[in-house]
């Protein structure tokens, strides 16, 4: 959790996070986060993702405009240990901003990335919860799994359309 002090509380008090993800997928909670932004800007690493979002949507019968939406994207270093992305929401202005951890991206494989980004914009966008439920496998039946449940998830290109029918369905 991020510890703040009195003088840096000036600069949290309009936003409040959502949801976060782990890199080791193992926390997501409730926080303040630290820079408010005033434009609705994607990080040209991570453009590519968001266009694949609404592009996955599209074929899935939702329509999807992130700009629109006013969600940006952000590669930044989270300064809280293990956390690889966030959605926060501006509570005055409605505006968006999905946050991803740039050693986590600069690690991360294609896959991973794209997970990374499409488990917030599930957050911001689609505005869903966390789902932890396992099938039999013990496989997590959805991306938008918490991390401290105890489903294991695998994204591969083999489950990949399965967890992305998931995902917006
Ligand atoms: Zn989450």
């Not at 993702?49 to 949507?57: A, C, I, P, Q, V």
């Not at 999807?64 to 690889?84: D, K, M, P």
């Not at 918490?146 to 998931?166: H, I, K, M, N, P």
């Amino acid at each position: 959790m991020l510890t703040s002090t009195t003088t840096k509380n000036i600069f949290f008090q309009n936003y409040i996070l959502i949801f976060v993800v782990s890199l080791g997928l193992s926390s997501c909670a409730k926080e303040e986060l630290t820079s408010v932004q005033n434009a609705t800007v994607v990080d040209n690493d991570l453009q590519i993702y968001f266009s694949l979002f609404e592009e996955e949507g599209k074929i899935r019968g939702v329509t999807i405009n992130l700009t629109a939406a006013n969600i940006s994207g952000e590669l930044v270093e989270i300064r809280q240990a293990n956390i690889a992305g966030q959605c926060s929401v501006n509570t005055g202005t409605g505006r968006k901003v999905v946050r991803i951890d740039a050693t986590y991206w600069a690690n991360a494989s294609a896959l991973e990335r794209e997970f990374v980004i499409f488990h917030e914009l599930g957050h911001c966008f689609l505005e869903r919860t966390h789902v932890d439920a396992r099938d039999i496998r013990g496989s997590c039946e959805s991306m938008m799994h918490s991390g401290v449940g105890d489903c294991q998830f695998r994204y591969t290109l083999a489950s990949r359309t399965a967890y992305l029918d998931e995902l917006f369905n």
